[in-house]
DNA sequence: GCAAATTAATGATTTATTCAAG
DNA sequence: CTTGAATAAATCATTAATTTGC
């Protein structure tokens, strides 16, 4: 472990942390495409570096491993999650296809015409406020009658089914391999 | 004023806001083209989606409302920042070409070559502390002589050597192996 | 606003894996 | 098959961001 020091007015920590500046070349370097740098190129970036601020070989090294390391990792992850995602996607893609294609036979309507959502199944209860009442809905000029409470009888009944989604994995799901080097 | 509600998910506040499911298939119908449904694809819409909670079809008409804006918008911002990036980029780049390509000209060595970091010029202070010695860097298995105190006096004096022990002419491209957990 | 407490990033080390030479 | 060079993965440790209670 290093000690601290004071370099002047400069306060020493114990470890490499980057100005902006030094920050912005590396990963403009990184962009590059400069992943595993040699040993000279890295004595070019430090001492190029260095104009900006305290920096030695070894924190060069150190962060192109890392960002490196931590570029595939963010990579990794996310494509892991656009998988589930996908996967989660394409179940429930078939649990409510039905609907989708309900949706596409009726799309010679347009979306301003007065509807109204037929509210057979009052609940019993509350009766007293559940009058049926004029929304204006936006700046549609197009008011429909809408039952208030519509919403909470609608959600006491459930009459669909779910499919059980997430049971998938093994335990032993590691994340995907990736080719390097991009 | 807020009715908190134990429907799993679903918390009676003053307003609507989607349940993941809903979401998820509101986004799917989106996807699927939808972007103004008309009053019977809203009546289909909120009559499914009442499933997974407390929905009405206002909250339906509103969402495909304000998501095809929003999409809208997000995609304008999205080229207006790339162009901004861009030129930026362009700038710093010709602000570090000159780095960059000296580093891509020395692009076949390898990164754990030994390298040495001549450090001729010696700070006078400090001399107690400032020993040569054998530092390992990381994990490969390649050792160099590096001064401890390169960084401080590296920043004061300017011109820098190398010294590559024994060029090797190794570099090859391997394939990725890797796997991870989650 | 502000500092203590907490959390997220990331620099630095260590361990494991790969691959080629002998 | 063993060994060593090179590097990727995992881990440790410290700093920076962020939150939180005053």
């Known amino acids: 472990?290093?000690?601290q020091k004071e370099h002047g007015h400069e306060t020493c920590s114990s470890r490499w942390s980057p100005t902006p500046e030094q920050l912005m070349i590396l990963e403009e370097l990184y962009r590059s495409g400069i992943r595993t740098p040699s040993a000279s190129q890295i004595q070019h970036i430090t001492t190029h570096l260095c104009f900006?601020?305290?920096?030695?070989g070894k924190n060069v090294f150190y962060w192109f491993q890392n960002h490196k390391a931590r570029d595939r990792q963010k990579l990794r992850r996310k494509l892991n999650k656009q998988l589930q995602l996908q996967q989660l996607q394409q179940q429930q893609q078939q649990q409510h296809q039905m609907l989708v294609h309900q949706c596409q036979g009726e799309a010679g309507e347009t979306s301003s015409e007065t509807w109204k959502i037929a509210q057979n199944q009052q609940s019993e209860v509350d009766k007293t406020t559940s009058t049926s009442s004029l929304y204006n809905y936006g700046m549609m000029n197009c008011w429909s009658f809408?039952?208030?409470?519509?919403?909470s009888s609608c959600c006491t009944s459930r009459p669909l089914k779910t499919l059980d989604l997430f049971p998938t994995a093994s335990s032993k799901l590691r994340e995907d391999p990736l080719n390097l080097e991009l």
């Open 1 to 3: 472990m290093l000690l």
């Open 52 to 56: 900006y601020g305290r920096i030695e």
């Open 146 to 151: 809408v039952d208030v409470n519509e919403a």
